[in-house]
């Protein structure tokens, strides 16, 4: 029998299938496992080493975080804690002029991407509309509502491509935000445009206190990427050594003009959802210890003292280094902030409109109304 096709159409599926189970360069225990040899490799001992350090002291930013939003300081607070490897090992292999598109829960990528931990953390205090200059780090704002950055992301990598630039959009989003119809539009329209674009699924299990069982029916998320002919990847999310190799191969293949790659990242969130959500209401504490024993700090940790990379002097200046950090976001936090109400009107468009300025007068009135009279 005859398969038709239209012009230009593949119908192979060749190249587009993951591995069957998560692939990983070093196990749980620190050690190195052969299985992935061919499809990722094991970064040099620098690089090693800079995501040990990254994820020890975004480990300490999070902790910190988490501190401020229980004392007040901030609104609200996602922790990433036990997706360390995937905050660090994505941004790491990204290029100066690559842009990262992050969601609400990946402050920690935004932090190893260069921005300052206090800028970061703006947004969630409520300070200001962004908290940094998206421009100048190439990171958009962080994303509240699921999966909307997937499609910011897609927009940028085809004007890229169409403007012959040498730039590649990472985009982060969680297993929750695949559920959604953006994701599938993103994920369509990058695989027919062959956008230089790296979709990372950072899977920790649940959306909010959905189990993934209950969010879709495919074996794994990274499968879905057959349906969309683009290249997936299954990685084990806690190994940070396979992160950043996967994403640097997916990165190296878009600037070269091979198009999108679907990475999922198998991980755990180990913190609630947010500082408002009761975790124990959908999840075991059993489970939560059994994820807590494939840390990602002590896996690397393991990896880099066997070796000789990581003795007890380094260890000891780079627990220096991180207290010191959290010293700064606390102190800098801790400041009481002026705000200007009227601000909340700036940079909404380029030119306001009528609508939105006979919102800030009538604030400003009503404002001034409820000062006291001198």
Not at 25 to 43: H, S
Not at 96 to 116: E, I, K, M, Q
Not at 225 to 248: E, T
Not at 347 to 367: D, K, N, S
Request: glycine fraction near 8%; proline fraction near 6%; hydrophobic fraction near 45%.
């Amino acid at each position: 029998m005859t398969t038709l096709a239209h012009p230009g159409e593949t119908l192979s599926a060749d190249g587009l299938l993951p591995s069957a189970a998560p692939l990983a360069l070093i196990d749980a225990d620190g050690r190195l496992t052969p299985e992935a040899a061919g499809e990722l490799t094991l970064p040099a001992p620098g690089v090693l080493r800079e995501l040990h350090r990254r994820m020890v002291l975004g480990r300490r930013f999070d902790t910190q975080a988490t501190a401020l939003t229980r004392q007040g300081r901030l609104a609200v607070y996602p922790s990433s804690r036990g997706q360390d490897a995937c905050q660090v090992g994505a941004v790491l292999p990204l290029r100066d002029s690559d842009w990262l598109f992050p969601t609400y829960r990946d402050s920690v990528a935004v932090v190893t991407r260069g921005v300052p931990a206090e800028d970061v953390l703006a947004l969630l205090r409520g300070d200001w509309h962004c908290g940094y200059d998206p421009y100048r780090y190439r990171v958009a704002p962080q994303c509240t509502p699921l999966a909307t950055n997937t499609l910011h992301a897609v927009g940028l990598a085809h004007a890229a491509r169409l403007q012959a630039k040498d730039q590649v959009a990472l985009v982060m989003l969680g297993d929750g935000a695949t559920s959604e119809g953006d994701t599938h539009e993103a994920l369509n329209f990058a695989g027919v445009w062959k956008a230089p674009v790296v979709f990372l699924v950072q899977n920790n299990g649940y959306a909010i206190s959905v189990p993934l069982a209950k969010q879709t029916a495919a074996p794994t998320l990274a499968a879905k990427g057959i349906g969309y002919g683009i290249p997936s990847l299954l990685i084990d999310g806690n190994d940070a050594a396979a992160v950043y190799s996967a994403v640097r191969v997916a990165v190296d293949r878009a600037s070269a003009g091979g198009g999108p790659t679907l990475i999922e990242a198998v991980t755990y969130r180990i913190e609630a959802h947010t500082n408002a959500d009761d975790a124990t209401r959908y999840r075991s504490s059993d489970e939560v210890s059994t994820w807590l024993e494939r840390d990602p700090i002590a896996r690397l940790t393991a990896y880099l003292s066997a070796r000789g990379l990581l003795d007890d002097a380094a260890a000891g200046r780079l627990a220096a280094e991180a207290e010191r950090l959290a010293d700064g976001v606390r102190e800098r936090m801790n400041a009481e902030s002026t705000v200007d109400p009227a601000e909340l009107f700036e940079h909404v468009y380029a030119h306001p409109t009528a609508a939105l300025e006979r919102q800030r007068a009538a604030l400003l009135a009503e404002l001034q109304e409820q000062e006291p009279a001198s």
